[in-house]
């Protein structure tokens, strides 16, 4: 198992660019996150999605878009990226066990000038 | 909403005991985790304790749950340099698998 994988690791775009951060998970999962990690903030829920076809928001959506095609992806979209947006990203997926263990990915360090 | 809060900084000294709090506000959590990260690293999953359990012991970590105050703490024993990593807790609540809430993060930084 390969576990929670993310591409790219880094990636610096200009303000106004857009691109897509990817994530795919091998466990066969059901429910998968984002988050992005900023200093002195922990980690803010991006969106997520308890199945396949199933998207919602989380605390900090307004600039990204996911879709869930798959069970095994999930990718995140910047649709016009901001200097706000330079952050550390996390995907995650989650089992179905008792304590729905989140799996986190490795992130990609995005930096927007 | 919900909110968890956990002080920036602890350093201790190899082999001392570290203790690592931290508060929230969500009274229906059901599940409360502690993760480590290092260094240009991901989360990874130390430990984690039901909200009916008061104290989970798993080796050299220690999680106590004090629910009336709605605290929580992470004693880690024989402290080592390869324990110093961010840690965080997180909470989640019924019926939300997909959204931890988590906290800061507490830098614990290991000296000799």
């Known amino acids: 198992n390969a576990g929670v994988t993310q591409t790219p690791k880094f990636q610096v775009l200009k303000t106004g660019q857009s691109m897509t951060l990817q994530c795919a998970q091998d466990?066969?999962?059901?429910?998968m996150s984002w988050y992005r990690q900023d200093p002195g903030m922990g980690l803010r829920l991006i969106h997520y999605?308890?199945?396949?076809?199933?998207?919602d928001q989380g605390e900090v959506p307004n600039g990204y878009n996911v879709s869930r095609s798959t069970t095994e992806d999930f990718p995140l979209r910047l649709l016009s990226a901001a200097p706000s947006q330079t952050s550390v990203y996390f995907c995650?997926?989650?089992?179905?066990?008792?304590?729905?263990?989140?799996?986190f990915g490795p992130g990609t360090r995005l930096t927007v000038t | 909403g919900e909110d968890v809060e956990q002080s920036l900084f602890l350093s201790v000294r190899e082999g001392d005991s570290s203790v690592i709090n931290c508060t929230y506000t969500?009274?229906?959590?059901?599940?409360l985790y502690w993760y480590k990260q290092e260094p240009g690293a991901g989360l990874q999953l130390l430990t984690y304790i039901f909200s009916n359990m008061d104290m989970k012991q798993d080796q050299r970590l220690t999680v106590l749950l004090n629910k009336k105050d709605k605290h929580l703490s992470l004693r880690i024993a024989d402290t080592q340099t390869g324990d110093s990593a961010i840690y965080f807790c997180?909470?989640?609540?019924?019926?939300?698998?997909?959204?931890?809430?988590f906290g800061t993060g507490t830098r614990l930084q290991v000296t000799l």
């Open positions: 999605s308890v199945g396949a076809g199933i998207t």
């Open positions: 969500d009274s229906s959590s059901t599940y």
């Open positions: 995650a997926s989650s089992d179905t066990g008792q304590s729905y263990e989140q799996y």
């Open positions: 466990m066969n999962h059901e429910y």
């Open positions: 997180a909470e989640r609540n019924t019926g939300t698998a997909s959204k931890l809430t």
